[in-house]
């Protein structure tokens, strides 16, 4: 097996074979300049037409005025080298003039040899000039090619008038030509290419640069002040970009600050949970030697003592659950639903003979959930809804909670009812945000911010379907156990 290639062996990419820069200044000039030659290359073809056409007529005049000469001659005869110094000076071989259909030759010069028959240019057609491939025809040709034009006549009556020549010589004027052009659109192409990039360079490039520059600097220290991107006044997009910059890094900036504070209050409060954990597993353990007493006066305010030290515990571990920067993934699974309800109202505290569990789901009820975080959400619901009846003053009906459960659309859905006085209106906008949702004195709001980032984690959500003088209904809504073949846990 060949070795695997080095990373100097791996082929680059199309466009670093050529030269192509890597700055936007440099790639600008390159393609101003190459876009403008392009415009010039484009041109080349009729300029070359209209070029070669202007030639051939100006060879058809002055053989259109060697033809005059017989006529103006004493007894219309030119002599032999007159007749070479027209020929010579039109730059042609043959002229040849038609008047009413009959063709009459003028001048002729010989040319020993010449078997091949000349090709034909008829000048007689209307146009901004030849077809644009006639001058490369010309160009690319054999060599040693005579052509015939024909042309309309401007300096006597006659149908028209017609040359014959080597095309050698236009050849070489079309080479000429075109060599010029081709140095002219270059040299024009450079220079506006350079007067483009220097004008795109100071309104487009260097803002950009500006802006790029503080962006950079801003990544990596965001608490500089040289970070800032300065702001030109300028009403285009670039100033646009250079104030909606200034602002983004403000509100980033304010943002940080922010965190690093919540960051070290968090702190602050983790190790004040910690030590506040400690002392009241003191007042626990105190609370249990008090209740091996036979006092009266104590056994009547042991319970709310209990109570009290129970949500002091309760408090410190919603604190520092919610603390935490991320909750593990869920490990979902299928479960049954009935058995899951039973043990988080046992944590609950919910009791036949207090706030009585109704636990109305079916026996062959499952769901898709972790199973421990699905017992934190289940007991955060129970605990607040029995709380909440228990903290009703005027209360004579047992309290009671239910649980039913169901599936629509796919989904699970878990009803929690109870009884209590329900969740109060001003309460309910902030009812799932963390320190503000509860509705007791002393409540920290914890438990239902949790519960539903609980479930929003398992791509389900947490919601409050009713609420009244008739109790409040949560709604849990979770995947369904569609899942086959997996393992039901109890």
């Known amino acids: 097996m060949a070795d695997a290639p080095t990373p100097q062996e791996h082929p680059r990419p199309f466009a670093r074979r050529f030269f192509w820069p890597g700055g936007l200044s440099a790639r600008l000039l390159v393609l101003t300049v190459l876009f403008v030659a392009l415009g010039g290359a484009l041109t080349l073809p ?3 037409a209209a070029y070669e056409r202007q030639w051939l007529l100006d060879r058809v005049r002055a053989a259109e005025l060697a033809s005059l000469a017989p006529e103006v001659a004493p007894d219309r005869v030119v002599s032999e080298q007159l007749k070479a110094q027209f020929l010579n000076g039109a730059g042609v071989d043959i002229v ?11 001048f002729a010069r010989p040319r020993p040899g010449q078997t091949r028959a000349p090709y034909l240019v008829d000048l007689r057609q209307h146009g901004p000039g030849l077809g644009w491939l006639a001058p490369f025809q010309t160009l690319f040709g054999p060599d040693g090619r005579r052509v015939r034009v024909m042309a309309e006549p401007r300096f006597r009556k006659a149908d028209f008038v017609e040359f014959v020549a080597s095309d050698g010589e236009l050849k070489r004027a079309l080479a000429l030509y075109l060599w010029r052009q081709v140095f002219i659109t270059a040299f024009v192409s450079t220079i506006t290419g350079v007067f483009v990039y220097l004008a795109l360079n100071l309104f487009l490039v260097r803002p950009m640069q500006r802006i790029t520059r503080a962006m950079e600097r801003f990544r990596a220290d965001p608490e500089d002040p040289e970070a800032r991107v300065e702001l030109s006044g300028r009403r285009d997009e670039i100033g646009r970009a250079e104030a909606e910059l200034n602002r983004m890094q403000a509100d980033l900036r304010a943002a940080l600050h922010s965190r690093a504070r919540l960051a070290a209050l968090g702190e602050a409060v983790a190790k004040i949970n910690h030590d506040l954990r400690n002392m009241l597993t003191s007042a626990q353990i105190a609370s249990e030697r008090l209740a091996a007493l036979k006092d009266p006066k104590v056994s009547q305010a042991l319970p709310r003592l209990e109570r009290a030290l129970d949500r002091a515990v309760r408090l410190a571990s919603d604190v520092l659950t919610y603390g935490k920067t991320q909750e593990p993934e869920p490990e979902v699974r299928v479960l049954a639903l009935r058995p899951a309800v039973e043990a ?20 062959g009820e499952q769901v898709s959930a972790d199973p421990d975080q699905l017992h934190r959400i289940l007991v955060n619901l129970l605990r607040n809804a029995r709380e ?26 878990v009803r929690v009812a109870d009884n209590g006085p329900g969740v109060p209106e001003r309460s309910r906008e902030r009812l799932f945000q963390a320190f503000s949702g509860s509705s007791r004195p002393e409540g920290a709001g914890l438990g239902l911010a949790i519960a539903r980032e609980l479930a929003a984690a398992h791509g389900g959500d947490l919601t409050l379907a009713e609420s009244g003088p008739q109790g409040a209904v949560f709604e849990l809504r979770l995947p369904a156990a569609s899942a086959r073949g997996v393992r039901v846990r109890a």
């Open 46 to 48: 009729p300029s070359l």
């Open 96 to 106: 040849a003039v038609s008047v009413d259909g009959i063709r009459s030759l003028v």
């Open 344 to 363: 988080a109202g046992e944590e609950a505290r919910l009791a036949d003979d207090g706030v009585r569990l109704a636990n109305e789901v079916a026996l």
């Open 388 to 413: 909440a009846i228990e903290h009703e003053t005027d209360r004579t009906a047992p309290g009671v909670i239910r649980v039913s459960a169901g599936q629509v659309d796919g989904v699970s859905v």
